[in-house]
DNA sequence: TCCTAAGCGAGACGGTACGTCTTGTCTTCCA
DNA sequence: TGGAAGACAAGACGTACCGTCTCGCTTAGGA
């Protein structure tokens, strides 16, 4: 049994694949059992009967569909990426009269909050570096992207792009999680404010 | 056995152990068997057995040192934040004519680039996050501090002095890492001069 | 569906079997495929998988038609026990002429011969016991309805009849099995002749 | 952990051995649940959690006694040939007065009926036939040497050896398992006796 | 001629046992 | 007494079969 090498739409056995419904269902009832058990314990400390028994799923079928826990993760976080990166587009196309600097931060803040549980498991734990160096990556990508598209015809002695792109990301993620521990108090949009203008104008406006 | 428990100097069995260095030895085998280990693999992927047999050590010897893999590592990153705080602790006396703000970056900076393997290891792989995370948590009271010092009276709309920490801290991690994972190649000094033109003057100014 | 159910053949549903023939080669092939595994390795490490690819045929359809890999081998076995017992009773109607005492051997021994690979498949490995079993149950009959009319009047400290039968049997399997393993190399007649002699005379005829 | 390795007594490590009388305990642990599961249940059907269970010890501690379930059990008859083999030779030094040939047969009653429970597993369900099997060739071993030192000078068309040797064996095995799945009933000479006589003087003295 | 029931292949699924690996505890010996 | 050696229980791992099931496809008989 293979099932897990289907991953591509290749949409051929399209019929097939819709008649079987089965195998999108015993997957989601996996992802779903995971989450769950994030937000429960640590990552490291669940075991793959676990999430079997919370999915009501047999150990054999677990492994015709995930390699692994960690298969399981990486195909969670597949999905949560291919979420992040519609919502950026998106986001980009409706920014058309605002401010289109670091355009990801407010739909990201957003995204945060409408999903807060899952951010809560993916922040948490030891395992939870490895979902947010997924969110970092996708972030990063965007960052850069908006950077090359900038006027850096600047000055002599300069500062590396990709330091740049580095410096924004981890200062976006630590406010990010600052903000999700506490309980996600305050409006995106005030978040949103305060990340970007510490961004733009440095911490001396604040704090001088 | 319970070796373990004598952590505290309570000074009254100096002399035993004076004698007894051999346990001091064997912790030291340990933590650098440990360590020579996380440059090779994974942290994760490290069994206790195979530090043991990296340390010419008995397996019941390491666990009556330690509790586990996990409290070998603490125990570690303790010797490092000890470091770590003297280090700054020296930094900032001697840095009385220097402009003291930020005045762990440089610190950190050249710390880093004197244990490079160290800090790779630390860096590198899954099980980083969590060394890193101890070493922003030692950053993260540093800034605190500092802005405690600072003069925060400012303007109405407000930014919570800890969003502000943990920009820093994130915004510093992020661009030490992106340094160390590129060789260390720029000097510790051209890294810092980056980094605190970015935090205190913001983007702008280099990506307008 | 439940193919397996209508063994007995009943009569009343000849007409619909005959026609479904499909059935009765799919039997076919699955019997002959698990023959010619048995040739190749050992009974118990074949899986039904392995013989269903075989004989080119679904698992479900496999467990249309047996319950178990068990069930598969009875089955078979049953044929070979009505070919044994045919051939015993022809046997019998042609040996007037000749000594009819152990009549079975002969028969028994040609029988061997004529289908070499299938006895030694059965003989064969640990599984073969099952088999061997089968047939020296079928033996067991024939020689106890052979001694029932034999005159056993005889002496004061007797031997009972079935002791007698187990040690027919028994001494027929051993010397069979050892005649098949060798390779069937001396014409039945002579091993039949030895055996019969052994029975008959005893050994000390021969090694005195 | 290689436990498994040190069958051979080397006499070098004897005395680490001595000590360390767990070994032996865990095995002897084993070995006896095994023999007692095998007494409730068909061998095949028998499970190494059942086994590790039933002696009280762990699953992994079982797998460094021994490779697999079939390795126990090797192991156990490895104990039981040794048995049998010293009772041969003393049986033999003990019958100088008495007919000396198919020596064998009554030390082998004698020592079934004395652990009628063990040859009850042994030769029960489908397992047995294995177990059998070694018996069956530990006195194919004793018969080779017995004919061997016999006078066989004999005639023109004449009987192999081994055909013999098998006949015999194959006789006493049959009437040995009758023996005991009847419950043992008979006296150990009495069996012997009579399989004594069928095997010297033929059937046809008690059916002619 | 179509149509309908049955044989069939494909394969997802829940289970169970396997043999391996690592952990942490304990006991015994040696220096 | 600190350390080495290593037996042991516990339990998760990933694999291999099992027997059950649901699904469409084919095909042959009766309409």
């Given at each position: 049994?293979?099932?897990?090498?289907?991953?591509?739409?290749?949409?051929?056995?399209?019929?097939?694949?819709?008649?079987?419904?089965?195998?999108?269902?015993?997957?989601?009832?996996?992802?779903?059992?995971?989450?769950?058990?994030?937000?429960?314990?640590?990552?490291?400390?669940?075991?793959?009967?676990?999430?079997?028994?919370?999915?009501?799923?047999?150990?054999?079928?677990?492994?015709?569909?995930?390699?692994?826990?960690?298969?399981?993760?990486r195909?969670?976080?597949?999905?949560?990426?291919?979420?992040?990166?519609?919502?950026?587009v998106?986001?980009?196309?409706?920014?058309?009269?605002?401010?289109?600097?670091?355009?990801?931060?407010?739909?990201?803040?957003?995204?945060?909050?409408?999903?807060?549980?899952?951010?809560?498991?993916?922040a948490?734990?030891?395992?939870?570096a490895?979902?947010?160096?997924?969110?970092?990556?996708?972030?990063?990508?965007?960052?850069?992207?908006?950077?090359?598209?900038?006027?850096?015809?600047?000055?002599?002695?300069?500062?590396?792009?990709?330091?740049?792109?580095?410096?924004?990301?981890?200062?976006?993620?630590?406010?990010?999680?600052?903000?999700?521990?506490?309980?996600?108090?305050l409006?995106?949009?005030?978040?949103?404010?305060m990340?970007?203008?510490?961004?733009?104008?440095?911490?001396?406006?604040?704090?001088?």
């Amino acid at each position: 049994m293979d099932i897990a090498a289907d991953m591509s739409g290749n949409g051929v056995s399209m019929a097939k694949r819709q008649i079987d419904r089965r195998v999108a269902r015993t997957r989601a009832l996996l992802q779903q059992a995971h989450v769950s058990l994030i937000l429960k314990k640590d990552y490291e400390a669940i075991t793959v009967d676990e999430i079997c028994e919370a999915a009501n799923v047999g150990r054999s079928t677990f492994y015709a569909h995930y390699t692994s826990k960690d298969d399981l993760r990486r195909s969670g976080l597949e999905h949560l990426r291919r979420q992040l990166v519609a919502r950026q587009v998106e986001a980009r196309t409706a920014a058309h009269a605002r401010d289109r600097s670091l355009g990801f931060s407010l739909a990201m803040f957003e995204h945060a909050r409408d999903h807060l549980d899952l951010y809560k498991a993916l922040a948490g734990g030891r395992g939870g570096a490895v979902a947010l160096g997924t969110i970092r990556q996708i972030l990063s990508d965007l960052i850069r992207n908006e950077l090359a598209a900038t006027n850096d015809r600047t000055s002599t002695d300069h500062i590396p792009r990709e330091a740049v792109v580095q410096y924004v990301v981890g200062a976006f993620m630590a406010v990010m999680t600052w903000w999700l521990d506490g309980g996600a108090k305050l409006p995106p949009q005030r978040v949103d404010a305060m990340f970007r203008r510490l961004v733009t104008e440095g911490i001396l406006h604040a704090f001088p």
